[in-house]
């Protein structure tokens, strides 16, 4: 299945527990090199990592006079426009992941919204529709426990969409379902003609046909993030202004620590690669939202709605 | 009963008025080894204060010629990547937190939200409802008390949810809720019949279904929040940066102040993890925000709107 | 009466005049020791200035060697622990004056829409209320002019409600009023009241209804704010690196300044805890807005609508 | 007429063609003193090059002994304490500028507001006004080409209101409307009436009082802007803040650049103090905002959805 | 055809694959000469170049006593108002990017309710209008399709906007349409016309007017970007600012890297200009986002929903 990041999943009591943990900063620390971060960082870091111990080499050698003397040493002092570059690089780096923070927190609440009025279209349907219309109620009901999947296979690729929808819809509106280009507009094609044959008052089709619509921007916005990255031109420059400087950061690290160094520029290169490296992976955050967990859980409320439904057990209450 | 930080508390004026006084810089500081954020990082500052002694010791016995001369200094001097990255650190621990605080502030204001909205739902009942519909009135007043109780449960661990119900519902309403998987849901879906039973003008049941509909997006945006962290990778990525520093940072302290650089260590160790912890801290807010006190107050507003009901005091007025 | 600040007063074209002058700097700076946020801060900046007088008096008699030659030297060097957290102490404190500053802003913008929202009530009421239900009208206009007074009363301590109301709710109603618990529920209750005997349209009643359910959001987004300062952790963290931070800051500046280091002291101190103390002043903000001038500019504009009523007027014009 | 930056206009294609082209950097750089920011700077910079220079002639007679020996010296070391405030000024000048964008932001989304909903507006009354009603469509069009106007006469001074109407409304309906004292609200409820006479269908009435609402929610914004600046203390600090940090400067400047350091000061003056002189330039956003053009614009397209009315025109056209 | 920045353009999967890459950083270095940020910025980094190359020829020739003697050193060294400065540039630089890209995101996200609404819109045609009202139905949807294109054509310059509509609307409609002035306002007209005549019951009507309105605050937010731009004295002193800044760097850079300094000024123009470039870019987004792609997917997904109409493909399902 496609799950870029196992980091993120539905929250218990219980992580949150680990999660507040003191003993977090140990975990962390030791883990450091299991770390997806990390993993996907080596190529970078090993780079600069490299020049340092080139710098360190050539240096070496020239003040071992094993190289002609008139070759110029390499080192560079620090100076004002390090300075001011290295304060602008950390603004223009955390800037970006915030906003790509920002894109992931509105995705996952674009879904929180789809979970919201799912839930609350299918309260409507219960309590609007005529009660003899017990067909129709369960198409809605069946309908609306799709969308969520529908959404998700249309948002992320490597789906098996009709295993999923097994036992939600039949064959024939599976068929039916996959043949459209865009299929959540179809599920909402779909459900308008369920709550148009409903025969209901405008006035509750019309509190129906708002949800409709919260589902319609549900779904472009969800659209909107996946189609549309951070402008490349931003995330050029940052990733560009990055390397320009974790490459001249050996340069000026060599004359303070020598051989320690090395060591030093692979682990700023990792700390400032990082934040980098946060942002692009939550930048596109369907990937990365359990998505899968969302789907399970919105059905398992719409079918305990719909199966026990209150009406029947309101019968033994006293109004 | 689980309240994790009991420093949040609802706030009255005569609260305001210590909070603003200038005597409080005093207090803090005289409070600062009691203070649940000391208390709890008392191991990450203890490792840094015990590397700090380390690299101490080894440099005595080093400067002493009682360890082998040609073992090496450990001291590191401050340079470009230092400053690069401690400007960095410090935003990207300031902005997390200051996610964490806007998780914090949108459950606030997502219970702020089911306070306004059960006050308003009441009232329109009272206005809407037929006048001899008293056993549905009161139903309708009782199941919306009884809402925040279940939210609460719903968030919290731990909760004596059937003895807060006492007094608001039957037992066998209360049997018929705690048999729901999702009791929020049921809540509403309890709600929603009660509405149809009344008969309304259908312009009228909709401006109820609207309330309705906002309850169902204050619990989703709260499981929401509850749910989802902030990205894990962005969490551990801040706290590996924190911890990296902070374990480096004895290293180039030592040179400049000696023995006081322990001491220094373990202050500058508490100001910056402090920041993390606060963050941490509010990151799931339903464990500190006061919601007891919330339902309460919600109960409190709604009983007070039913039984001294405007209608029979505004009898004696002119209209 | 109850006003913190004084500053914070209704602008006129003539207030922003001044404003804009280029003179402004010359004033804020002569006007400095008349300040309010510079004498509550008194306290501290002196206990600041205390500790630099002693740093100076210790290491001046050490250094004429009338202390016993062992005791140490207690000046600072600075160093990358310092300059860690100097940039960590400004970002937390500018953010946390940031978020007092977003709470100031959002009760002022909860005061203009009960503005707005007041005066669109008034409006509706008098264009869908039948021309002959005179009383009724009245009855809207003035509970509607109650309403902020009610609400201002709700929100500051101190005031003569009873009073405030002479001349607007008859005797009898405002003790009706003032023996509620929750007197801004109790004026929308009553509004409901009059809406509802007014007999309309159900489509009509619906566009009233809309307006009252904002006045709950604007009552109960105030009360948020009210009772729920930014979290205490949050505040006193930031208070207590401040203090850390101005304690440590004259044992670094004597070296480099001596006695002139005593004045920085005082003066460094009052330029990081006024920004602080701006936060303070407007985290609770319904102390230091004008909501009297806010009141009556509300009544002034409803008693206009009412008493000048458009229909008379435009009776004359030509539809 | 009113208009303090004639830099404020609307844009066309050909103005971002400018804006965009690399030889900005040259224009802006040549243009410098006819810059309004510099010339409305002109009497602080003139005191801090003031300061520097006396910095100078003070230290350089000391020097050349032509002042008592005894008498000291006035320059001052750079130290923790100016490293740390003047990254806490930078943070507080600029966070305060953004706040200021925010309100000019908000005003300019108000103001657009107002188009969209003046145009939807008299959409709706287009479509929904009986066809026979010629003489109150005509109304509600003119009447909402007069709202803005009316708007911006009262949100700035010195407007010619009279003559502006002059073509929209009768000399009846304008003497009717100059006499209120709250235009605005006049003109809504002028237009409340006009809605009301139509004898519209409930439904497609609460439209239209659904855009009369946006209007009161656009007119009470922009009057929260204009009468409510940043808090006082927040903009004095800042300015009190940035005024010490410059007449420091000049102390600590001499001892690297001697008579350079006059030029240098001035020079930064103007760098910051323009930060802070943008910020309060914008706060008041209706003096710089080009509101009568906007009028113009809504007067334009109104006129040419009414008197182009495409009734007539799709008549043609096989629907 | 318009199209400033071939990089924005709507992501696939593949391109998220490719965007993730640790491979970029290689990619983006060895594309730096080819990217239009550093094409476009060509003139002022050779003038920073130029300006730092005259430094070192000054200075060289000075030293090298060919120039007289009693000419005096240029090169200046680091001191407080340059870092202080330093630091207030960088927020500001950031800070305009930023909201540059507010604005940019925003454009996107009306572009994206823009596509949301439309399908909207027509989900709601097909399930409202009456089923024989064929031509009806087309026209709604024809006119929907046409509706994107127009706000296309209003929003960039140099398109054919009548070849574009070809096989959508007819050469009469077409002919109708270019007539107007503000066309978008136009097709709303034309769209209520066909609403109107749909007759349908008044609370479906409102529904579909509704989303009328929304296309009206699409079109008008539209044009308040592309007619407003960040105020021009913010842009102008950010521009200044950061000017004057290069200007002085390569006074100060020549003592520490001699001929290096030249290489250094270029480099660090390259990466802080860049950043401003960045910022002026985006700011009127509608010459860089993909609108002809928006315009080609609404019309796809609508000509799908009427074409596959869903009621066809329902009769076979089981309700």
Chains 1, 2, 3, 4, 5 share one sequence.
């Not at 070496?60 to 602008?88: I, M, S």
């Amino acid at each position: 299945v496609y799950r870029r990041n196992s980091g993120h999943r539905v929250f218990t009591h219980a992580d949150w527990a680990v999660h507040r943990k003191p003993s977090r900063y140990a975990r962390h620390l030791a883990l450091i090199f299991a770390s997806r971060i990390f993993r996907s960082l080596i190529p970078p870091i090993t780079a600069v990592t490299l020049i340092s111990t080139l710098v360190g080499v050539y240096e070496t050698l020239l003040k071992e006079h094993r190289l002609p003397a008139q070759w110029p040493h390499v080192t560079l002092a620090l100076g004002q426009g390090f300075q001011l570059t290295a304060f602008a690089l950390s603004l223009l780096l955390v800037f970006r992941t915030n906003s790509a923070y920002g894109r992931w927190w509105e995705a996952r609440m674009l879904w929180g919204s789809l979970t919201n009025r799912t839930r609350d279209f299918v309260r409507q349907c219960l309590a609007f529709f005529p009660e003899d219309a017990k067909r129709l109620r369960e198409a809605a009901v069946l309908w609306t426990i799709a969308l969520p999947y529908v959404v998700k296979a249309h948002l992320r690729e490597g789906n098996r969409l009709e295993s999923e929808l097994e036992g939600i819809l039949t064959r024939d509106e599976v068929d039916a379902l996959t043949g459209a280009t865009h299929r959540p507009c179809f599920v909402l094609a779909a459900l308008s003609q369920v709550v148009a044959a409903a025969g209901l008052d405008p006035q509750l089709r019309q509190r129906l046909d708002t949800n409709l619509t919260a589902f319609e921007d549900c779904i472009g916005g969800c659209e909107r993030i996946l189609r549309t990255p951070i402008p490349q031109s931003y995330t050029r420059h940052t990733s560009r202004f990055l390397m320009i400087w974790l490459i001249m950061m050996p340069f000026t690290l060599w004359a303070a620590y020598s051989w320690v160094s090395i060591l030093l520029s692979g682990l700023f290169a990792y700390l400032m690669l990082g934040i980098d490296e946060i942002g692009v992976q939550i930048e596109e955050p369907f990937g990365v939202l359990p998505l899968g967990s969302f789907c399970a859980t919105i059905e398992r409320n719409l079918r305990e709605l719909h199966y026990s439904n209150p009406e029947a057990r309101f019968a033994a209450l006293p109004w």
